[in-house]
Nanobody, 121 residues
Framework: VQLQAYGGGLVQAGGSRRLSCAAS????????AGWFRQGPGKEREFVAY??????GTGYADSVKGRFTISRVKNTVYLQMNSLKSEDTAVYYC?????????????????WGQGTQVTVSS
């Protein structure tokens, strides 16, 4: 499965942005998926998770109430509202959780290439 993340860009603090992660195969619809991010000089960190049905989600405390993960067919979305400068990062999508903890990056099989989000204050 190939994942293509897009939708990043420059946005002002307090603004919104929607990221998309499009998968190449229909099989993606049976995979759980997640978004991670890596800020300048930081480790990659978990952002959001969604199960294969879309009925189960999870969020990092830092984005809870501001970000929403969703999915339609072969695409997973990350709606980001009330953006802050600390949200500046390269955002990656991942799919097919094979490990027990969806917050761990090593729990996923497939990764997209990343899309840069820069929040200006």
């Amino acid at each position: 499965v190939q994942l293509q993340a897009y939708g990043g860009g420059l946005v002002q603090a307090g603004g919104s942005r929607r990221l998309s992660c499009a998968a190449s195969l229909r099989a993606f619809r049976s995979y759980s998926a997640g978004w991670f991010r890596q800020g300048p000089g930081k480790e990659r960190e978990f952002v959001a998770y969604i199960d294969w049905s879309g009925g189960g989600t999870g969020y990092a405390d830092s984005v809870k109430g501001r970000f929403t993960i969703s999915r339609v067919k072969n695409t997973v979305y990350l709606q980001m509202n009330s953006l802050k400068s600390e949200d500046t990062a390269v955002y990656y999508c991942a799919a097919q959780k094979i490990g027990p903890d969806y917050r761990r990056s090593d729990a996923y099989t497939y990764w997209g290439q990343g899309t840069q989000v820069t929040v200006s204050s």
